[in-house]
């Protein structure tokens, strides 16, 4: 429904790099980071809204093909520095990562009630055509977004190409046109046209307003094995058998089947006797594994692997590292991979 709201708040703008805040060498044609000031003085629509509108900027830019759990933690400290100086929060981040980021961003804020919304630009600002002045604004204006004292959106989320999506059911489905992201298993939190249309009941909303918590911590010893039609035996047996591997996030074809080799099924038993955590999720965009539907699966269920359910491979695989660096015995980890922490799965 349309919502009739104030046009006052306060957004502290993250820049962490991206082709947002790129421009192109005349020379070379390649594509460079701009320094963010430069990027504000390229929409100066935002002063139309009236809000307090801070920056800060990662120096040097990030790359999002260089983004890592320290980055991750890095954005999320930023946030809970600031957290009771702003209203909102944007981070303008590469595409290419985007939904790994917004992912872990979710897993680490507890009682979060405030937006933070991630968006970027398949074009740099400063070119003719670039998506990028409509996201920034649009997802500036979302951050600041009240109504009675309250956030209408208090959640990690993706804007892009006029839709909010909650950012840990996001994923990354085109490099090319403007239309880069989609949430096949979630609906959009916000659509935005003449006038921003909220949709309230999807959006989740904290129960109790706790004292903002910010836990940190991801364990890299995980690895992502996507199955294909004629997979190596020796390959998947030592990605299973890798020494100090702790988990693995098995894409698997359809509602969760793999292959019915002896070999394979064997080599998923001796990984889970030794401790390793197999968390099973689709190769689909949409649609969720449940396992033991059909023959190709049931083996997998009684092996003791984990379904995703509908969880996105970026979901489950932050999620994973999140878990495994938080303290949690081998049993707790996989009850709450099943569990949604901020509604990354169905329940």
């Given at each position: 429904?349309?919502?009739?709201?104030?046009?006052?708040?306060?957004?502290?703008?993250?820049?962490?790099?991206?082709?947002?805040?790129?421009?192109?060498?005349?020379?070379?044609?390649?594509?460079?980071?701009?320094?963010?000031?430069?990027?504000?003085?390229?929409?100066?629509?935002?002063?139309?809204?009236?809000?307090?509108?801070?920056?800060v900027?990662?120096n040097?830019?990030?790359?999002?093909?260089?983004?890592?759990p320290?980055?991750?933690?890095?954005?999320a400290?930023?946030?809970?520095?600031?957290?009771?100086?702003?209203?909102?929060?944007?981070?303008?981040?590469?595409?290419?990562t985007?939904?790994?980021t917004?992912?872990?961003?979710?897993?680490?804020?507890?009682?979060?009630?405030?937006?933070?919304i991630?968006?970027?630009?398949?074009?740099?600002?400063?070119?003719l055509?670039?998506?990028?002045?409509?996201?920034?604004?649009?997802?500036?204006?979302?951050?600041a977004?009240?109504?009675?004292?309250?956030?209408?959106v208090?959640?990690?989320?993706?804007y892009?190409?006029?839709?909010?999506?909650?950012?840990?059911?996001?994923?990354?489905?085109?490099?090319?046109?403007?239309?880069?992201?989609?949430s096949?298993n979630y609906?959009?939190?916000?659509t935005?046209?003449v006038?921003i249309?909220?949709?309230?009941?999807?959006?989740?909303?904290?129960?109790?307003?706790?004292?903002?918590?910010?836990?940190?911590?991801?364990?890299?010893?995980?690895?992502?094995?996507?199955?294909?039609?004629?997979i190596?035996?020796?390959?998947?047996e030592?990605?299973?058998g890798?020494?100090?591997?702790?988990?693995?996030?098995?894409?698997?074809?359809?509602?969760?089947?793999?292959?019915?080799?002896?070999?394979?099924?064997?080599?998923?038993?001796?990984?889970?006797?030794?401790?390793?955590?197999?968390l099973?999720?689709?190769?689909?965009?949409?649609?969720?594994?449940?396992?033991?539907?059909?023959?190709t699966?049931?083996?997998?269920?009684?092996?003791?692997?984990?379904?995703?359910?509908?969880m996105?491979?970026?979901?489950?695989?932050?999620?994973?590292?999140?878990?495994?660096?938080?303290?949690?015995?081998?049993?707790?980890?996989?009850?709450?991979?099943?569990?949604?922490?901020?509604?990354?799965i169905?329940?």
């Amino acid at each position: 429904m349309n919502q009739h709201l104030q046009q006052t708040g306060s957004v502290l703008i993250i820049y962490t790099g991206g082709t947002i805040g790129m421009v192109q060498n005349p020379v070379t044609g390649s594509l460079s980071p701009v320094r963010f000031d430069q990027i504000m003085e390229e929409v100066p629509e935002l002063n139309k809204f009236g809000y307090r509108i801070k920056s800060v900027a990662f120096n040097p830019p990030i790359d999002s093909s260089n983004v890592t759990p320290e980055i991750w933690e890095r954005i999320a400290l930023t946030i809970k520095k600031n957290y009771n100086h702003f209203d909102g929060f944007v981070i303008l981040h590469g595409t290419d990562t985007m939904a790994y980021t917004a992912s872990a961003l979710s897993y680490m804020f507890v009682n979060l009630d405030k937006p933070i919304i991630l968006t970027g630009a398949q074009l740099p600002i400063g070119t003719l055509r670039t998506d990028g002045k409509e996201n920034l604004i649009t997802s500036v204006e979302i951050a600041a977004a009240r109504k009675n004292g309250m956030a209408l959106v208090p959640e990690v989320c993706i804007y892009f190409d006029f839709n909010l999506f909650r950012g840990n059911r996001s994923v990354k489905q085109d490099s090319e046109n403007f239309s880069a992201f989609v949430s096949e298993n979630y609906p959009a939190l916000a659509t935005a046209g003449v006038d921003i249309r909220y949709r309230s009941e999807f959006i989740h909303y904290p129960e109790n307003r706790g004292i903002l918590k910010v836990q940190t911590g991801f364990d890299d010893h995980v690895v992502i094995l996507k199955m294909f039609p004629g997979i190596g035996q020796k390959v998947a047996e030592q990605i299973l058998g890798m020494p100090g591997l702790k988990g693995v996030v098995l894409e698997s074809y359809g509602s969760g089947n793999v292959p019915t080799s002896k070999w394979f099924l064997a080599a998923i038993r001796k990984a889970i006797r030794r401790g390793v955590i197999i968390l099973n999720v689709s190769q689909c965009q949409g649609g969720s594994v449940q396992m033991g539907q059909y023959e190709t699966s049931v083996d997998l269920l009684n092996a003791g692997v984990v379904s995703g359910n509908d969880m996105t491979t970026e979901a489950a695989i932050t999620k994973l590292m999140f878990l495994l660096a938080q303290g949690l015995t081998r049993e707790e980890v996989k009850m709450y991979l099943k569990k949604s922490l901020c509604g990354e799965i169905k329940e």
